[in-house]
């Protein structure tokens, strides 16, 4: 669980809109899902009925094409749960870490030695690798499995590490706090089959808490977007909070804000919480100080000294990883939520698709289509297709469908010319409000949606929801009061057309505990856990060329109670047709494990360690008593395989 000043598992979704919950109960109750097999007819038509073609969407390169689909995906021995300060990966594969927080991306100035001990000051930091590592992508040059730029996140900080006296109090700690965050481009290149940083290459990138970025789409420019500092409503100062990534098929990245929140509070505390307005409320602002403590040291923190500075936040910001002079955009038309993730797929006619989740408990998924076609090998024509088109909110309902699916859904589209919302005058509202429109909607409330992956071959979409472990509601109806362990659902859009306003959906796994006796049988999870693989909170997830469906959790990790005998956070492979799923790696202590991405060849797997030690007992990766650090992990075959086999 990660300790990130924010309550995910609280929801500030006030609205009447039926839970998802209720409507998998009705399904489950109709067709007795749990108890049918894992492995069996349902699941391989479930693929079988894709759309063949059209590649994107999987978190690889387009190029090489992917070979005929393995019959037998899942080549790997299973591994068991770990609870030491170490990784584990599958027999014949090697992990080995990269570029940990405070890593120096330049050879001299500030910042080009790590001390060790925290003392580095903002300007240092601002040069060094981030903290808290998380969405993760390698964008290969010119084409190369061995040469690339590691793109990542730094979600958020760990001051109990980050400062020698564990706490924001000058405005150089609140600066460096800012420079931990962001984003790192970094130039990586493997000699003699060791993965190493271009020190001082011109890729190198840091873009922090502080970087100008431009407010681009239907909301750029509106008043609500205006501060004291930018009249013009369209030059914002850094991107916090970034959580998952995507990427396009036109070589940029894709960084999405989630807990910005956290950041905002006021030294007015005469009358707390009691000036908020609506959507302040509904995005969580806090009606005092905060943890983080920004809004002593910068007036643009303080929501009653700059109540729209927090509307620049909370967007999904693209970047362009090749050109280090380049600004970064924050692509206002996709919507303004707590974002996870963003999966894209490609439509038959070209336009671009993008799928996000709403990480908090009982809030929505969304898509977004661009207006304009993707064309490839066009830059100007591809460059800012993020900034026109249309966003969709989903219903899923658990209505009759005539196959083994659970049930249908619905894109709503968030448009003032829907009557649901026609008391948004202009597009611009509705976006830096999209949490309040959705819930006019009806928009299904959904158990904390995270990284949303689509299928590299067919296009299907699966979603974790990691968990909704407050719900307290004990009607039979909801099986699943408590949902300690979250679930992967997946859905088909009708056509296999990306851009259809109608899907049909189906649970790919409840997780549970099977190991461990439950008056609630429900909680043991669906027919494809196993004592062998049982996890809780699935967060992390995207799909290899080949269709291997990677599954990473940030969860509950004390090994005791309902987590009994499912140790450390850990990342797990499944067979989309058959549901198989194993275990593959197993993270230090305290940690969660997230973000994906491979090499063209799909012989390189990197993801991230986030927050080991976030309780105070790790000191990975180095040992001893070295500070616990956040790290990418490269993952290799030992005889040079594809990941996975
Ligand atoms: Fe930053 Fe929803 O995990
Ligand atoms: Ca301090
Ligand atoms: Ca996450
Ligand atoms: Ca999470």
């Known amino acids: 669980m990660t300790l990130d000043f924010d309550s995910e598992d609280l929801p500030t979704n006030t609205s009447q809109n039926e839970h998802f919950q209720n409507v998998v ?35 690889a390169d387009p190029t090489p094409a992917p070979p005929a689909a393995d019959p037998d995906l899942l080549g790997f021995t299973g591994i068991a749960i770990g609870t030491d300060d170490s990784v584990h990966v599958a027999p014949g594969y090697t992990a080995s870490v990269l570029a940990p927080w405070g890593t120096p991306l330049f050879s001299s100035g500030a910042g080009s030695t790590w001390a060790g001990d925290a003392s580095e000051d903002a300007a240092a930091q601002a040069r060094q690798m981030g903290d808290n590592h998380d969405g993760i992508h390698y964008f290969a040059l010119a084409g190369r499995s061995d040469e690339g730029l590691l793109v990542m996140n730094h979600e958020y900080t760990n001051p109990q590490y980050l400062f020698t006296d564990g706490v924001v109090n000058s405005l150089d700690d609140a600066n460096k706090d800012l420079n931990a965050h962001g984003v790192s481009v970094v130039h990586i290149r493997r000699t003699a089959g060791v993965w190493n940083i271009v020190l001082d290459s011109t890729y190198n990138r840091r873009i922090t808490g502080d970087t100008p970025m431009q407010l681009t789409g239907a909301a750029a420019g509106h008043a609500l977007l205006q501060t004291t500092a930018d009249a013009t409503g369209t030059v914002a100062l850094g991107t916090l909070n970034n959580c998952g990534n995507g990427f396009t098929p036109w070589g940029t990245y894709l960084t999405c804000e989630e807990n910005f929140n956290q950041y905002f509070g006021t030294t007015n505390t005469a009358v707390p919480g009691m000036t908020r307005n609506a959507n302040q409320l509904r995005y969580g602002l806090a009606g005092a100080g905060t943890s983080r403590k920004y809004e002593q040291y910068h007036d643009r923190f303080d929501w009653q000294k700059e109540p729209n500075e927090a509307n620049r936040f909370g967007w999904i910001v693209e970047i362009d ?13 996709l919507g303004r939520i707590k974002h996870e993730n963003a999966a894209y797929a490609i439509a038959a006619d070209g336009r671009v698709v993008v799928y996000m989740g709403d990480d908090q408990a009982n809030d929505y998924i969304y898509k977004f289509v661009t207006a304009g076609h993707y064309i490839e090998g066009d830059t100007a024509n591809n460059r800012d297709l993020l900034d026109t088109g249309t966003l969709y909110v989903a219903k899923f309902n658990a209505g009759a469908v005539a196959n083994d699916m659970m049930g249908t859904g619905e894109w709503m589209p968030m448009t003032t010319a829907n009557p649901a919302l026609a008391a948004y005058a202009t597009q611009a509202e509705i976006l830096v409000n999209t949490r309040l429109a959705a819930d006019a909607m ?28 407050g719900r307290s509601t004990t009607d039979d109806a909801n099986p699943r009061t408590a949902n300690v362990y979250g679930q992967i659902i997946r859905w088909r859009e009708t056509g296999g057309d990306p851009t259809a306003l109608t899907f049909e959906w189906d649970l790919f796994v409840l997780a549970g505990n099977p190991t461990i006796a439950q008056a609630n049988p429900l909680n043991k999870g669906s027919a494809n856990v196993t004592s062998d693989n049982t996890f809780n909170s699935p967060d992390g997830l995207g799909f290899d060329r080949d269709g291997r469906l990677w599954i990473q959790t940030d969860g509950n990790y004390s090994n005791t109670g309902n987590y009994a005998n499912q140790g450390n956070n850990q990342m797990l492979c499944a067979d989309p047709r058959t549901k198989e799923i194993r275990r593959f790696f197993v993270g230090p202590v305290e940690c969660e494990v997230t973000g994906l991405s491979f090499t063209p060849d799909s012989k390189t797997l990197f993801i991230n360690i986030q927050h080991p030690g976030e309780g105070g007992n ?20 030992d005889d040079g395989g594809v990941i996975g086999t």
Request: positive net charge; proline residues 8%; glycine residues 12%.
């Open 25 to 59: 109960n009705r399904a489950v109750n109709r067709r007795g899902f749990l108890f049918k097999t894992g492995v069996g007819a349902a699941a391989v038509a479930f693929l079988s009925a894709g759309l063949a073609g059209c590649g994107g969407g999987g978190d």
């Open 618 to 637: 790790s000191h990975w990766p180095e040992g001893g008593a070295a500070l616990p650090r956040s790290a990418t992990v490269v993952i290799t075959k």
């Open 321 to 333: 990883p090749f050109d280090p002079a380049s600004m970064p955009k924050k692509r206002t038309s």
């Open 442 to 469: 009806g928009a299904t409330p959904m158990d904390r949606p995270e990284w949303v992956a689509v299928h590299p071959q067919t296009q299907e979409v699966y979603v974790t929801l990691t968990n909704n472990s």
